[in-house]
Each structure stands twice: as C-alpha cells, then as structure tokens.
T-cell receptor
C-alpha cells in the first residue's frame, strides 16, 4: 500500500519567516495530494490540495509543489503569522474517487511572535 | 449544511464498558471514514464505507471494534469491551465528489 513520510516532525520559525514542510510518497499511482491544518483541540481542515497534472498551486500565502518524478510534494507558507501555528498533515490518494487517503505523521509548526 | 456531526463530543467510561460513537455525514456524501488520533500513533484510518458498504476495515485494531452504516446518514463505531489504550480522539469524515474529506469535530474518549 501507499506510504507517506512527512518531515520535519516539528518546525519553529519566527513570525514573518517562511516555513516548508515536505512529504514523500511511495505509490506512483497516487494522483491527489491534500494538506490539512489542525489547530489545537480542533478537527483537521483542508487548506490546499494539488492534483498530479499540476506542478504548483498557490492560495495567498500558501503554496504546494509537486514533483511526480521524485514522488514528493511540499507545503510552503510565506510571511508566517502566529495563527499559522498548528499541526499540518499531508496526504496522498491512490484513487481520487475512492477517497482513501494515506496521511503523513504531521508537522507541528510553531510561529514565534 | 451543518457539516459532519459527531456525538458524543466527550465520553468518559470505565474499562470493560461498551462505547458507541455516532456520526452523521454531510448530506449527499457517499464516503464515510472513521479515524483514531493519538499522540503516539498519529491519525489512523480505522475503516471506511462507500454507499453504506464497508470497503476497507484493515485499520480496525481488533475484534473489540466494530462499525456499521445502516443508512446514508448515520454510522456508528462501537468498542466492546473498552480498554484504557482505546483512549483517543475519534474523528468521522465524509467525502463527496470534491475529493476533499470533511472532518467532524471528533469524540474525545477516555477509558479509565
């Protein structure tokens, strides 16, 4: 089955700096890659996603890049703010219609004011 | 839409008791997922359904866990008998045609 590895497990940045979280996947058939943000005590919520036919996607301060050849994708957050502090999960789906996503172990991001 | 609804939000029980968690997916979504989240093991997929049919239950830890989806708007996850190591946050999520999973608020289970 699919295996998703996420790095780093913890990340601390100064407010205003950029943060990058990386994930690798094992199954080349995976074609949908969502990122979830989970604030303390809350549910995971989708913040951005990318499909395998796209190399990069941006949404304001958040961007995701995908390298299908290397089987890795990354989340980039620019101009970080304290409210960006949360646990971020990447995921990969083999069959976008089946919806079964394999999740990474999560990255705890702390943005220091 | 109210989103995915889970009940109870918190549950404290004693070891050996039966625990039933409930989930109402978003209307029109035909996939439903049950996850367990702990500090040690992260977010684990326990089971998921498509059109009320269980598709993959390989994540269910053992026979003490069972899940049902009697109709498109309701699912249960049952633990019988419960053990302290079952303490976790249990999330239900549903998915429609958008490929995005929407998570419920979770049930925080503490087994004493």
């Amino acid at each position: 089955g699919e295996n998703v590895e996420q790095h780093p497990s913890t990340l601390s940045v100064q407010e205003g700096d950029s943060a990058v979280i990386k994930c690798t996947y094992s199954d080349s058939a995976s074609n949908y890659f969502p990122w979830y943000k989970q604030e303390l005590g809350k549910r995971p919520q989708l913040i951005i996603d990318i499909r395998s036919n796209v190399g990069e996607k941006k949404d304001q301060r958040i961007a995701v890049t995908l390298n299908k050849t290397a089987k890795h994708f990354s989340l980039h957050i620019t101009e970080t703010q304290p409210e960006d502090s949360a646990v971020y999960f990447c995921a990969a789906s083999i069959d976008t219609n089946a919806g079964k996503s394999t999740f990474g172990d999560g990255t705890t991001l702390t943005v220091k004011p | 839409d109210a989103g995915v609804i889970q009940s109870p939000r918190h549950e404290v029980t004693e070891m050996g008791q039966e625990v039933t968690l409930r989930c109402k997916p978003i209307s029109g979504h035909d996939y439903l997922f049950w996850y367990r989240q702990t500090m040690m093991r992260g977010l684990e997929l326990l089971i998921y359904f498509n059109n009320n049919v269980p598709i993959d239950d390989s994540g269910m830890p053992e026979d003490r866990f069972s899940a049902k989806m009697p109709n498109a708007s309701f699912s249960t996850l049952k633990i019988q008998p419960s053990e302290p190591r079952d303490s976790a946050v249990y999330f239900c999520a549903s998915l429609g045609t958008e490929e995005t999973q929407y998570f419920g608020p979770g049930t925080r289970l503490l087994v004493l």
